[in-house]
């Protein structure tokens, strides 16, 4: 796409941000979820979004719609989302035309969460390197404003679900200076935005996890922009 088209998609995308972030508008935005391809559980965690939606509403005096959107990384609604989550445990495969589309979306304006529900970090890394493709992930220090942006997360990523006694890890990618895609790593954050009855987590560990998604979400709407 044109650098003109990029920059048409980054004003519609800072249109809905400034929605989202007034609590006095009728008008919501929408937080998307990506229906990608490959066999992947791309629609694991169903209450996760709608409760990390509700917490920032509450918390953070968001204006979001309730209910996540679905959205396939070769569709143009994916312009419309500021922010798009994707999660899973197994394999991702984007077309070329989808990593132009999520080139495009991430280059415009756009951000992009990735969880790892354990399983899909192999996968993601061979896409995500299609899309940047100069590009490695960077570990963020735990000065990075997306673990202070509401609450302080000084020890970084909290650790939501034990699964090989590795450490939480948050991962970037960025487009000039902006960090574009947040992946985090064991650490199983949606999990913790589970409503109570899927995991039964205590309920400090379901605090920490919809803290962190909502210091996500501040971020995006917020945009302070940051280098690793």
Known sequence: MTHNIRESIYFILL?????????????????????????????ANPTSLPNLIDFCNKNLNT?????????????????????IHMTGHGNVIFSDYEVEMLRTYLMGGGFLHIDDNYGLDEYIRREMKKIFPDQEFV?????????????????????????????AQGFGLFHDNRLVVFYT????????WESYAVHKDPEHIRLLALQMGANIVSYVFDRKESVP
């Open 15 to 43: 249109f809905f941000i400034a929605f989202a972030v007034s609590g006095q508008q009728k008008t919501t935005v929408k937080i998307g979820l990506l229906k990608y391809n490959g066999g992947g559980d791309w629609y």
């Open 63 to 83: 204006n979001i719609h309730p209910e996540p959107g679905t959205v396939e990384p070769g569709s143009m609604e994916l312009f419309s989302y500021p922010l």
């Open 139 to 167: 570990e963020l220090p735990v000065t990075h404003p997306i673990y202070h942006q509401h609450y302080n997360f000084d020890k970084g990523l909290p650790k939501i679900h034990e699964h090989d006694n590795k450490p």
């Open 185 to 192: 790593y064991e650490c199983d954050l949606g999990d913790g």
